[in-house]
């Protein structure tokens, strides 16, 4: 169960966040718990929650392992402050960053060679699914990008299914439309790393998750947990996800 949380929240309000959360998480133990905070809040999140089981991830990594790259913080310097987790390719990063499938393979690559758990996002516009090219999206935005990993790669990442649309717009998926795509990046893992790796790679759904609608979702077997956006900024919303 993971709370992204974008361009929100200051070192102040990450501790009051924290504060408020972990009493009502302390016995989630049925799940992982990983919130994503803007960077200067890292160091701050990940004392926040030291003694607990909830972690803490960046929302990018770069690829390099330091050098003239401004603007990007690499796998080490997250690793330094005890970040074991973080989102690649989110579709804001796409839009508006100019995040490519290339791009994501090689911040995958290296956030593995630093030992950081890759989020990797992947989903459709609106024009896409209207258009009927969902399955060509997510097949290609699959081979171009993530199936570039080796097989002992690609046993270490979680993907993130978010169609565009439901992100931040208060539309979720319907939990058969979630469960669809799902099956379809399934199928595309298992034609690339084989049987196995397509039943064991854990996939998130992301896309207005809401304490409301989790239950749903998660009721599909296809969906083996949550990316959440806005409802992630709430310690008691969030807490009533993690504990659906
Ligand atoms: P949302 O965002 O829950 O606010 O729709 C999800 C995400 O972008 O990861």
């Known amino acids: ?11 102040a309000e990450t501790i009051a966040f924290f504060e408020k959360f972990r009493p009502l998480v302390e016995k989630s133990e049925h799940c ?59 579709s804001e990063r796409r839009q508006y960053f100019g995040e490519t499938d290339e791009s994501v393979l090689k911040r995958t690559q290296a956030a593995l060679e630093w030992g950081v758990l890759p989020i990797v996002c992947i989903g459709e516009r609106l024009e896409e699914r209207e258009g009927g090219t969902t399955e060509a999206v997510l097949a ?42 799902h099956r379809t990046i399934r199928a595309q893992v298992r034609g690339k790393f084989g ?3 397509g039943d064991a790679i854990r996939i998130l759904y992301g896309g207005s998750v809401s304490p409301e609608n989790v239950k749903t979702l998660m009721a599909q077997p296809e969906i083996d947990g949550v990316l959440v956006g806005g409802k992630s900024l709430d310690a008691p919303a969030f807490a009533s996800i993690v504990n659906f």
């Open 140 to 181: 290609s935005q699959f081979q171009k990008g993530i199936a570039g990993l080796s097989e002992q790669q690609f046993a270490r990442i979680v993907i993130a299914y978010e169609p565009v649309w439901a992100i931040g717009t208060g539309k979720t998926a319907t939990p058969d439309i979630a469960a669809d795509a």
């Open 1 to 11: 169960m993971s709370g992204n949380w974008k361009m929100y929240k200051t070192p």
């Open 32 to 90: 992982e718990i990983v919130i994503c905070p803007p960077f200067t809040n890292l160091a701050g999140a990940v004392d926040a929650v030291k003694g607990s089981h909830i972690r803490i991830g960046a929302q990018n990594i770069g690829w390099a392992r330091e050098g003239a790259f401004t603007g990007e913080i690499s796998g080490p310097k997250l690793n330094a402050v005890g970040v074991t987790h973080a989102i690649i390719g989110h």
């Open 195 to 197: 049987k196995d790796a």
